[in-house]
């Protein structure tokens, strides 16, 4: 008995660290996928891209809803050391802009409420200190336009006004 | 000695193999499992109010990283998963069914089909989802078929979406929902209407 307790606490061990490990690093490994995923798939680096008009043929994430149009910026601030200026164009229907650190987190979401929007991203080491100042958790992250566009015309007059959204290092 | 070190070993893989399958398990990384949280289930419909939020536990977020990666948080929208009908069976695209509910505390909510691996059905039947914008009035109904209804109803298509779910999204939230969800929520009933015969 006694000779089984040291493999036994020897397992148990690896077994605790190894389920951390998996628990802590899938949100990271899966949010790191995703955006190089997005990125061969023409998702631009500090830049907004509207997606196609999302049907079965178009998905590129999992659960997108295709009642929505998306724009996607991916960003990294190893490229953009002073941060980003980023702007949604309005538009008349629902429209969110919404930020996502490298670990999956939403921590940051502006709704359009038929204006637009016009705020700077911050790198982590630099502090938020007005009011249209976000501050990023994390170094790299995806920026995620959701506009409302059910029909065909929808999409239609949504990629018109994505063409003022702007995703630019300061 | 030598024994000693293949004691150790095989206890390691074993540690590991423990480790790694239970923390697959308990995210919801192992196939099958659809469920986007454990928070609330409200007439089958499965949600988690943490979830996009820096508040989501670790293994909230994984299962969210996996199955509804880049959800915002709760007070942009709330989603909700069900993948069984009123009769607890598995939802199919080899069987028809009723959805029905009323209004919902949303400033716009949707219904979405997806299949197994969490994406849209191929199909192109430009029939994915209802939403609010074609429910008029405080009742609505809608068929899931693999085949457009002949009557004219709404129509969600489970072409080609083998065994499948349903994601309700309700974007802009009135914010005594998120205070009571489980009260204020007519989670939509999904009943099963018929089934194809199951070929030999």
Redesign the interface.
């Known amino acids: 008995m006694k000779k089984a307790f040291a493999p036994l606490l020897f397992a148990s061990a690896l077994a605790v660290i190894s389920h951390l490990a998996v628990i802590y690093a899938a949100p990271g490994v899966i949010m790191d996928r995703a955006m190089s995923m997005l990125s061969n798939r023409g998702i631009a680096l500090h830049g907004f891209t509207l997606g196609e008009r999302t049907t079965p043929q178009t998905q590129t994430v999992v659960r997108p809803s295709p009642d929505l149009a998306y724009s996607a910026c991916l960003f990294d601030f190893e490229q953009a050391p002073a941060g980003l200026r980023v702007k949604m164009a309005s538009t008349e229907n629902y429209a969110s802009l919404s930020f996502f650190d490298a670990s999956t987190n939403n921590f940051q979401t502006i709704r359009g409420d038929g204006s637009g929007v016009d705020v700077r991203l911050l790198p982590p080491k630099m502090a938020a200190t007005q009011p249209n100042e976000i501050g990023s958790p994390s170094n790299t992250g995806i920026i995620l336009i959701r506009r409302l566009a059910p029909t065909e015309a929808d999409y239609e007059r949504v990629a018109e006004t994505a063409k003022g959204d702007k995703c630019s290092p300061i | 000695m030598i024994n000693r070190i293949a004691?150790?070993g095989?206890?390691?893989i074993?540690?590991?193999g423990?480790?790694?399958y239970?923390?697959?398990a308990?995210?919801g990384?192992l196939p099958g499992d659809r469920r986007i949280g454990d928070g609330i289930e409200i007439n089958g419909w499965v949600g988690d109010l943490r979830q996009?939020?820096?508040d989501?536990s670790?293994?909230l977020?994984?299962r969210?990283?996996?199955?509804?990666?880049?959800?915002?948080?709760k007070?942009?929208a709330i989603y909700f998963i069900r993948s069984r009908d009123g009769a607890g069976e598995h939802l199919t695209e080899n069987c028809d069914y009723k959805i029905s509910g009323g209004a919902l505390p949303a400033?716009?909510w949707?219904i979405?089909l997806?299949n197994s691996?969490?994406?849209?059905?191929?199909?192109?039947d430009e029939a994915?989802?209802f939403?609010s914008?074609q429910s008029s009035g405080d009742a609505w109904t809608a068929i899931i078929s693999p085949t457009q209804p002949d009557d004219g109803a709404h129509w969600i298509s489970s072409r080609n979406a083998g065994k499948f779910d349903l994601?309700l999204?309700l974007?802009?939230p009135e914010p005594d929902t998120l205070a009571r969800p489980e009260q204020l929520i007519a989670a939509p009933n999904v009943e099963r209407l018929t089934c194809k015969e199951q070929g030999s």
């Open positions: 004691t150790f095989i206890a390691g074993l540690g590991v423990v480790g790694v239970s923390a697959l308990m995210s990384l996009g939020s820096v989501a670790p293994y977020r994984a969210i990283a996996r199955h509804g990666l880049l959800a915002m948080a007070s942009e400033g716009w949707s979405t997806y691996e969490n994406f849209l059905p191929d199909n192109r994915l989802s939403n914008n994601t999204r974007y802009m």
